[in-house]
């Protein structure tokens, strides 16, 4: 036991796991973004961090980036062609989920690109609602393109190089507050979502 969380909680550890997933090759970190599209109980920031740290900013960076797009898109693409029926049942018995779809469908460029922009958003549930409401195909891939690239982009800066934090006390500081602003910022656009939801 007192060897994983030496694993987990040391520079040298750390270095152990970013070199074992580095072995596993680079597709491997796309594969890994790709399913938490499908799976959404896999902690994105956590592979994305994996991804960075193993494979170097820029290609960790761009196989997250890739992985997400493709996955999230995917999912849109399954719900809108094969399972458009059934998701739109399950909508229509909770409220909630009725009014964001009423409003992705008034508002959707805008509302989904902040939506999908933010790290903590559940974006498996957002690709779903997507699916079922009016947002053209080419629309919501374009949303992807560009709310993914700053959502993957911002877990990356925070997350990349994280052996440093070991020695960088004021840079491990500065991520978690980071990471605590983009979480408070996620749940006041969605508190205003819940009031605009609501007023319609």
Same mark, same amino acid.
């Given at each position: 036991m007192q060897k994983y969380i030496e694993l987990f909680t040391t520079k040298e550890g750390l270095e152990q796991i970013f070199?074992? $997933?580095?072995? *596993?090759? !680079?597709?491997?970190? @796309?594969?890994?973004?790709?399913?938490?599209?499908?799976?959404?109980?896999?902690?994105?920031i956590v592979i994305v961090i994996l991804n960075t740290n193993a494979y170097g900013f820029f290609i960790g960076f761009l196989m997250s980036y890739l992985g997400s797009v493709l996955g999230s898109y995917s999912v849109f693409l399954v719900v809108r062609n094969f399972l458009k029926a059934p998701a739109t049942r399950y909508i229509n018995k909770h409220k909630t989920?009725?009014?964001?779809?009423?409003?992705?469908?008034?508002?959707? $460029?805008?509302? *989904?690109? !902040?939506?999908?922009? @933010?790290?903590?958003t559940p974006s498996s549930v957002v690709n779903v609602i997507a699916g079922v409401s009016n947002v053209k195909k080419?629309?919501?891939?374009?949303?992807?393109?560009?709310?993914?690239?700053?959502?993957?982009?911002?877990?990356?800066?925070?997350?990349?190089?994280?052996?440093?934090?070991?020695?960088?006390?004021?840079?491990?500081?500065?991520?978690?507050?980071?990471l605590v602003v983009l979480y408070v910022i996620s749940k006041l656009y969605e508190r205003y979502l819940n009031r605009k939801m609501n007023s319609n």
């Amino acid at each position: 036991m007192q060897k994983y969380i030496e694993l987990f909680t040391t520079k040298e550890g750390l270095e152990q796991i970013f070199e074992a $997933f580095d072995g *596993l090759g !680079i597709f491997v970190g @796309l594969l890994l973004v790709f399913i938490e599209s499908f799976l959404p109980f896999l902690p994105l920031i956590v592979i994305v961090i994996l991804n960075t740290n193993a494979y170097g900013f820029f290609i960790g960076f761009l196989m997250s980036y890739l992985g997400s797009v493709l996955g999230s898109y995917s999912v849109f693409l399954v719900v809108r062609n094969f399972l458009k029926a059934p998701a739109t049942r399950y909508i229509n018995k909770h409220k909630t989920l009725i009014k964001m779809r009423e409003f992705i469908d008034k508002r959707g $460029f805008t509302f *989904l690109f !902040i939506l999908m922009s @933010l790290p903590f958003t559940p974006s498996s549930v957002v690709n779903v609602i997507a699916g079922v409401s009016n947002v053209k195909k080419r629309v919501y891939l374009y949303i992807l393109i560009g709310a993914k690239f700053i959502m993957i982009l911002s877990i990356s800066i925070v997350g990349h190089d994280v052996t440093t934090f070991f020695t960088s006390p004021t840079r491990l500081i500065l991520s978690v507050v980071f990471l605590v602003v983009l979480y408070v910022i996620s749940k006041l656009y969605e508190r205003y979502l819940n009031r605009k939801m609501n007023s319609n």
